[in-house]
T-cell receptor, first 116, second 112 residues
């Protein structure tokens, strides 16, 4: 079945560093990808919708300059956490959907980001 | 997007049938009901989706009454590996519109 790959699975870095997370659809073309954030013991919170070839749509309260999203191809979306701080530490998950397919969204296995 | 309400947690024992009910009073005519499973430090996995009556696949059944204001995910004969968080979502079918809003989820704990 369809697979969404997320990389890296875990990142530990110093405060002030920018971190890039990749989300790839491995066997299908994803016209739309979604980025979520999940804090411990909480549900997934949708951050933004990433559309190939156009600007991402951010949810209310999510800073677009802080969380840069690029969806340059039909199989790759990237999320860059700019100048990360300890409060940005979280579990980031992407999902992808195939344009006109009759398939549900597929999720990556997440990226655990820890900012020291 | 319709809001969903689920029990925060449930306990069960191996071999039992588990039924998790989700309330979605404001479901729209075009909305589908989808259930996802999430293990710790992993992304959610699709379990089942339905619109009305009953849907069954190899892992679960989904029961939806005529008024569609609630739904019940049924897991037959659970095992320890079914310990996870289960999310009920209401929204557009599959990728039409695409946006999924996750509620609190139900943390299922299966004991030996």
């Amino acid at each position: 079945g369809a697979v969404v790959s997320q990389h890296p699975s875990r990142v530990i870095c110093k405060s002030g560093t920018s971190v890039k997370i990749e989300c790839r659809s491995l066997d299908f073309q994803a016209t739309t990808m979604f980025w979520y954030r999940q804090f411990p013991k909480q549900s997934l919170m949708l951050m933004a919708t990433s559309n190939e070839g156009s600007k991402a749509t951010y949810e209310q309260g999510v800073e677009k300059d802080k969380f840069l999203i690029n969806h340059a191809s039909l199989t790759l979306s990237t999320l860059t956490v700019t100048s990360a701080h300890p409060e940005d530490s979280s579990f980031y998950i992407c999902s992808a959907t195939e344009g006109s397919s009759n398939q549900p969204q597929h999720f990556g296995d997440g990226t655990r980001l820890s900012i020291l | 997007l319709a809001k969903t309400t689920q029990p925060i947690s449930m306990d069960s024992y191996e071999g039992q049938e588990v039924n998790i009910t989700c309330s979605h009073n404001n479901i729209a005519t075009n909305d589908y009901i989808t259930w996802y499973q999430q293990f710790p430090s992993q992304g959610p996995r699709f379990i089942i989706q339905g619109y009305k009556t009953k849907v069954t696949n190899e892992v679960a059944s989904l029961f939806i009454p005529a008024d569609r204001k609630s739904s019940t995910l049924s897991l037959p004969r659970v095992s320890l590996s079914d310990t996870a968080v289960y999310y009920c979502l209401v929204g557009a079918r599959y990728n039409q519109g695409g946006k999924l809003i996750f509620g609190q989820g139900t943390e299922l704990s299966v004991k030996p």
